[in-house]
């Protein structure tokens, strides 16, 4: 087996994974990284399982009571794992209610006191964010493991270009791709020396060059799962351009197996960004894809207004499928053949329902959101109930 940084190494998982390209549209195929499974909780992560994803609490871990309500908001709109820290001895005592009262795996932030890790292992942590090379000896690591063994708990190793050991910058002036590789790998030799294998691991930057080039290498480098981010990514609109670029081409590449997206904005909304950037690579489905033009003087209705109050009153769809809303006729028939619901903007007020890529009947302005709202419901219900299925404008051509 190969070598690095001392790490004992899988041999490359992409060499012998590429499948026929059997689809219709080869084009829209992303070949994926095939990387050792492990559980966290009840939720694969790696080997095929769908990509999860992942956000992190902000309010203060003591804070039980706050640090639920904001679990169930993002476990509302979609959240796989959420980690939460534990910095203080305060923050763990009381964590198995937090573990008991969420409903998806939750991940203890531990970062240099390894006895907040033994705390929320025996409390009900379903992984723990712990780099084994900074908690201080061996027979510190060897005490983790063991809590982490006996509680069926994984381990998240978590690199970041902002906190890489002293003696790897030495070595290598800076923090470089390099350097987070060599950095993942020795906290992994650790592991791998106390016989533990159900690890997961980041190298994350908030330069989207150095992520993208640390993730390649280690992907080409481990077998294991990989967790995604670019981190400290900044603000809503800002960072969500920034993890798209960066999480979006190594999904692209098919690198990554559980992502987590880190804005400064509220976890609900890294869920969201991260769901719709799965999405939109058609890694996962949920709830509703809206598409939508950015309207200009043609259009019939106003559709900015319209996406805003859609989104947000159909929130609550769970169920996958489509919805376009398109302010006239230049691209609206086109986008509507292609989705479940769709909506095109007509004259004076009128505007064309279609129904699962088909003309079907007329609303007027005023109508207009109780109505798409009403037949998203009912159509979601219908895939629910087995009557419907979500639309597929490609199945003729894949028969
Ligand atoms: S679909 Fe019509 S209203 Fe929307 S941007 Fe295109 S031309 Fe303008």
Known sequence: MP?????????????????????????????????????????????????????????PTEDVGATIDQIRRCEDVGADIIRVSCPTAEATENFDQITRAAN??????????????????????????????????????????????ANGCAIRIGVNAGSLEKDLLEKY???????????????????????????????????????????????????????LGITEAGGLIGGTVKSSIGMGSLLWAGIGDTIRVSLSAEPEQEVKVGFEMLKAL??????????????????????????????????????PMSLSVLGCVVNGPGEARETDIGITGGGNGKHMVYLSGLTDHHVQSEDMLDHVVKLVEEKAAAIEAGTATAFDPHAEAAE
């Open 3 to 59: 070598q690095f940084g001392g790490a004992v190494i899988a041999p490359s998982p992409c060499a012998d994974y590429m499948r026929a390209m059997s689809s219709v549209r080869p084009w829209r195929d992303i070949e994926r990284r095939q990387s050792r499974q492990i559980m966290v909780g009840n939720v694969p992560v790696g080997g095929g399982a769908p990509i999860t994803v992942q956000t992190m609490t902000n309010t």
């Open 104 to 149: 998806v795996p939750i991940v203890a932030d531990i970062h240099f006191h390894y006895k907040r890790a033994l705390e929320a292992a025996d409390k009900g942590a379903a992984c723990l964010r712990i780099n084994p090379g900074n908690i201080g000896s061996s027979d510190r690591v060897a005490e983790v493991v063991r809590a982490a063994k």
């Open 173 to 227: 002036g800076e923090p470089c791709p390099e350097a987070l590789i060599e950095s993942a790998l020795d906290h992994i030799k650790l592991l791998q020396d106390h016989d533990f294998h159900e690890f997961k691991v980041a190298v994350k930057a908030s330069d989207v060059f150095l992520a993208v080039a640390a993730y390649h290498g280690l992907a080409e480098t481990v077998d294991c799962p990989l967790h």
């Open 282 to 319: 058609g890694l996962r489905t949920r709830g509703v894809r809206v598409v939508s033009c950015p309207s200009c003087s043609r259009q019939g209705f106003d559709v900015i207004r319209t996406v805003e109050a859609l989104e947000a009153r159909l929130e609550h769809i769970k169920t």
